[in-house]
């Protein structure tokens, strides 16, 4: 699709805003059909000429492990920061995307401004700060919005970005309150929490892909803001590896130790690849704190901002917390004291985690080309290899298991030309293949292909 054809396209949408609210339980109107790219990654210099005889069940001992850098990362989350953080999120009384812009202490004006100064002093020097501003029209009022956005670009060859976010928008019963007292502790002063916690930790170092910690508006009136963004990424021909969305993941005493991670099309979506990347990487680093995936956009009837990365084709997660207690969600009783910090800090060791595991390895390879051999229940893959990689990891996942398994490692001087054996002839597999370097960073998985005797039907 031309970068014109493009733009007619999101010109034509641009102005629908949705009439719902985004914590609320409002049936959202139908959306109109969009076009649906697949996130890309770089060209590889090498060709497949250059991979030599094929090796037969390769044997490796390159293989994904915890990196002791990433590691000490993810120990030094701080429960005191993230506490210090909800509360100060809390104490700008109302956060409504109608509320007050000028006073220095109250609403949404004073609390887009620290959250800017906030990534201006946590970012080492290396975060690229700016506002992303757009309008809001809703129900008969009108402001002007903005986005947060602070980049920390990548250091590496490729061109793929992590987007981290998170709403600081919030409300009362009434939607268009901006002057009534709404905490927005749990909802969302926690993600919040974790967007600036995970910028803190995350500039301290450098990273081969770019990282986006994106602060959106406007969320509680459909979207807005992360639906600007996206569908600027989507023109600007971002390279969107992972968008993840925290919204409420504060959690409280007594509820299971555990996080739910939405993907709508589990078994074959890129954003149910990016919860399978999500799940195996917290195993790692966080074994304690599991997750939980689930098979869709979101609760029933509820939303979060990653549904407009997802609507696009790119591959999008929302996290939240295992049990929500509704007699929370947009009252007064969503104050900071009521968060368990202990579960916060698990949940923001997992961001810094998942996120310093793709944007530390190399970029991921791109989709193999695979067939079937003359040999029953044996698949040849061939791919360009990278100069990064000590090795690959090749996922060839049964299309009825939702999760990582066993994968199938090579080191790069057989990499390139793999035959692999043992496969049911009459089973369907969902192949990718992710590039590891020599500290067993393991890279994002390139797009899944369906191999196997029903591998057209079911990719249509």
């Known amino acids: 699709m031309s970068a014109h054809l493009r733009k007619i396209i999101w010109s034509g949408l641009a102005g629908v805003i949705l009439v719902m609210t985004g ?24 060709n497949l000429e250059s991979t030599g005889d094929m090796v037969l069940d390769p044997i490796s001992d390159v293989t994904p492990k915890v990196d002791r850098s990433i590691a000490t990362l993810v120990e030094q989350v701080s429960q005191q920061q993230l506490m210090g953080y909800v509360q100060r999120m809390e104490s700008f009384g109302n956060r409504n995307a109608f509320s007050d812009t000028e006073s220095d202490n109250w609403g949404i004006g004073a609390t887009r401004r620290w959250i800017f100064d906030e990534f201006v002093r946590v ?71 974790l967007l600036l916690e995970s910028a803190r930790l995350l500039s301290a170092q450098e990273w081969k892909q770019t990282i ?16 600007h963004f996206a569908q600027n990424a989507f023109l600007n021909n971002m390279n969107i590896l992972a968008a993840i969305n925290y919204d409420a993941i504060g959690g409280r005493k007594g509820i299971p130790q555990s996080v739910r991670v939405f993907a709508p099309n589990l078994a074959y979506s890129p954003s149910g690849q990016l919860a399978r990347y999500y799940e195996y990487i917290a195993g790692l680093y966080v074994p304690t704190f599991p997750i939980t995936k689930v098979d869709a956009l979101d609760r029933e009837g509820r939303w979060g901002d990653h549904r407009e990365f997802v609507a696009i084709g ?8 295992s049990e929500e207690d509704p007699d929370m969600v947009n009252s007064v009783r969503d104050t900071w004291d009521r968060i368990n910090y202990d579960y916060l800090q698990q949940v923001v060791r997992l961001n810094v985690a998942v996120v310093s595991s793709i944007a530390g390895a190399p970029m991921p390879p791109p989709p193999p080309l695979v067939n079937p051999t003359d040999a029953l229940g044996m698949y040849q893959l061939r791919w360009p290899t990278s100069v990064d990689a000590a090795g690959y990891a090749i ?66």
Request: charged share 20%.
């Open 314 to 321: 790119m591959p999008a997660i929302r996290v939240i917390e």
């Open 123 to 193: 970012g080492n020097g290396r975060l690229q700060v700016s506002y992303d501003d757009f309008p809001l029209d809703y129900n008969g009022y009108s402001a002007p919005q903005s986005n947060i956005v602070a980049k920390l670009p990548g250091t590496g060859e490729g061109n793929g970005v992590i987007v981290v976010m998170a709403h600081y928008d919030n409300r009362a019963p009434d939607i268009t309150d901006g002057e009534s007292r709404a905490p927005g502790a749990n909802d969302n002063g926690s993600g919040i929490a």
């Open 395 to 460: 996922s060839f996942r049964p299309l009825e298991e939702s999760s990582y398994s066993i994968f199938h490692l090579v080191k790069s001087n057989q990499a390139g030309n793999v035959g692999l054996t043992g496969f049911d002839p009459a089973a369907n597999y969902v192949v990718s293949v992710a590039a590891l370097d020599e500290n067993g960073r393991l890279s994002y998985f390139s797009p899944e292909i369906i191999v196997g005797p029903d591998a057209l039907a079911l990719s249509q």
């Open 212 to 227: 986006i910690f994106l602060a959106t508006s406007a969320e509680e009136e459909g979207t807005v803001g992360s639906r």
């Open 23 to 46: 914590c609320g339980a409002l049936e959202a109107p139908e959306r109109p059909p969009l076009p649906t790219p697949v996130a890309t990654a770089r060209p590889f210099t090498a």
